[in-house]
C-alpha cells in the first residue's frame, strides 16, 4: 500500500503506527497512534495522564515532518513502563 506521508526520517507513515511528535503548547514529546489522514496533515490519538492519576485521550493534527516513526523494543519498553 502506498502511503501519502513520509516522516521526518522519510519513512511511510500508515494509519495505526506509533509516532512521536512535539506535544501542544510545547509540553515535550508524545507518542500517539496515527488514526486518520486530511489533506496535507494526520490526525495523531494520544494520552494524557494527570496527576491524579486519570488517563484520558485525546486527538491532535499533525504535519507529518514533525513526526518520527516508533517501533519495535524501544515502544515495547516505553509502553510497558507505563510513563506516558
Not at 501519502?4 to 512521536?20: A, C, N, Q, T, Y
Not at 506535544?23 to 490526525?43: A, C, D, E, F, T
Not at 516513526?69 to 510497558?80: I, P, Q
Request: net charge positive; hydrophobic share 35%; proline share 5%.
Amino acid at each position: 500500500m502506498i502511503t501519502p506521508f513520509k516522516d521526518f526520517l522519510k519513512r511511510d507513515i500508515s494509519i495505526g503506527d506509533h509516532v512521536v511528535f512535539p506535544g501542544p503548547y510545547n509540553s515535550g514529546m508524545k507518542l500517539g497512534r496515527v488514526v486518520k489522514y486530511s489533506k496535507q496533515n494526520i490526525r495523531v490519538q494520544w494520552s494524557r495522564k494527570y496527576f491524579s492519576g486519570r488517563v484520558a485521550h485525546e486527538e491532535t493534527y499533525r504535519d507529518p515532518k514533525e513526526c518520527v516513526r516508533v517501533e519495535g523494543a524501544d515502544l515495547t519498553m516505553y509502553l510497558l513502563s507505563g510513563d506516558f
